[in-house]
């Protein structure tokens, strides 16, 4: 059982170029997210979805587009990379819900210079 | 002011020394809270829900104060092996169906 699990684990990109973060989960959770992490910042939200098909925006969107066509997997997608959004990238699920206890994935360290 | 709120620490104990963070939500409608471990360049786990009357887990107790409106955990017998960062966590009842995390306390425990 793989559980949440995030590609790549690393990625370095040029300011403007677009890229797919992956996240794909094996075990059958409607709920799942994608936040961001920053030093001294607390994990901020950045999308949701519900259930295939539904998703929803977090606190921090703007850049970001995300879609959801199979239970299974939630990509994130960079659109145009500024090097603000060099961080660490999480993506969790949840079986019961989003006020539930979320398993995360391991990670995507990303850094856009 | 920041709707979940940690000292940020670090907190640096002797092995053995009980030590305990509190965390202080916004929102008094606040309904689901949580405490997760960090560990250095890891995801966040779990570590314990935190129930209205308290609960405890091995050497780690939880407690929620409504009224003050602030989580708090308690770890006796420190063990090297808890050295992490603790994130409080919140569900901030903002219509957004997420939960909120606090940026974290980190401990350090020392031989």
């Known amino acids: 059982n793989a559980g949440v699990t995030q590609t790549p684990k690393f990625q370095v990109l040029k300011t403007g170029q677009s890229m797919t973060l992956q996240c794909a989960q094996d075990?059958?959770?409607?709920?799942m997210s994608w936040y961001r992490q920053d030093p001294g910042m607390g994990l901020r939200l950045i999308h949701y979805?519900?259930?295939?098909?539904?998703?929803d925006q977090g606190e921090v969107p703007n850049g970001y587009n995300v879609s959801r066509s199979t239970t299974e997997d939630f990509p994130l997608r960079l659109l145009s990379a500024a090097p603000s959004q060099t961080s660490v990238y999480f993506c969790?699920?949840?079986?019961?819900?989003?006020?539930?206890?979320?398993?995360f994935g391991p990670g995507t360290r990303l850094t856009v210079t | 002011r920041k709707e979940v709120e940690q000292d940020p620490g670090p907190f640096n104990v002797p092995e053995g020394a009980t030590v305990a963070f509190n965390c202080t939500y916004s929102?008094?409608?606040?309904?689901?809270f949580f405490w997760y471990r960090q560990d250095c360049r890891k995801e966040p786990k779990l570590l314990m829900s935190?129930?209205?009357s308290g609960n405890e887990d091995g050497r780690f107790t939880a407690q929620l104060n409504r009224a003050s409106q602030y989580i708090s955990l308690l770890i006796r017998d420190s063990k090297l092996s808890d050295s992490a960062t603790y994130l409080c966590?919140?569900?901030?009842?903002?219509?957004?169906?997420?939960?909120?995390f606090g940026s974290g306390t980190r401990l350090q425990v020392q031989p």
């Open positions: 979805s519900v259930g295939a098909g539904i998703t």
């Open positions: 935190v129930y209205s």
């Open positions: 929102n008094s409608a606040s309904q689901s």
């Open positions: 075990m059958n959770h409607e709920y």
């Open positions: 969790a699920s949840s079986r019961a819900g989003w006020s539930y206890e979320q398993y």
């Open positions: 966590v919140v569900n901030m009842d903002t219509g957004r169906r997420a939960l909120t």
